[in-house]
């Protein structure tokens, strides 16, 4: 019975640290959701940009866009990557209001760079894009000539 009982808290503090780790996940779907699941988080709590508590997102965004995602790229379609630099913006648009663009060209860190060179690969405009997180704007309208949204 001990050795039963053993076993199974081994098993539980196994799964406890699989969950702990990495917020990449273990697969571009897992990664995905994850992702898309923090920007979905931090927009419900609706904080004013200067609260503190934006540190606890701002890490965690900072890990998806300077580690996972260069993990997962090679996998994503181009549909996908649209989609994760689009919520990328959605996270700027919430964290910071109407001041994104401006924090965008201002910010000279690694997520905010990367964040800015992603997006000007896509689409014909950093503000137009913006307003595409947004829901502001037809995509077709702001895609670089050639690309569609289905792709």
């Keep these: ?16 640290g699989c969950s702990s780790g990495s917020p990449c996940g273990n697969s571009k779907d897992v990664f995905l959701q994850n992702y898309y699941a923090l920007v979905d ?8 940009a200067s609260d503190d508590k934006w540190a606890q997102y701002d890490d965690r965004f900072r890990a998806f866009v300077e580690e996972c995602y260069d993990q997962y790229e090679p996998e994503l379609s181009p549909k996908e990557r649209r989609r994760f630099w689009s919520k990328s913006l959605k ?15 201002k910010k000279k860190d690694k997520a905010s760079e990367k ?6 690969k ?13 829901g502001k704007v037809n995509p077709r309208e702001v895609l670089k000539p050639g690309e569609t949204e289905t792709e």
């Design 122 to 134: 896509i689409w014909t405009d950093t503000k137009e894009a913006l307003k595409e997180a947004a």
């Design 1 to 16: 019975m001990a050795n039963k009982i053993l076993l199974w808290v081994f098993g539980l503090a196994l799964l406890a």
């Design 91 to 105: 996270y700027y648009a919430q964290r910071y209001g109407d001041g994104a663009i401006k924090e965008l060209g």
């Design 41 to 48: 988080e931090a927009a419900a709590a609706n904080l004013p």
């Design 115 to 120: 964040v800015v060179g992603e997006v000007e």
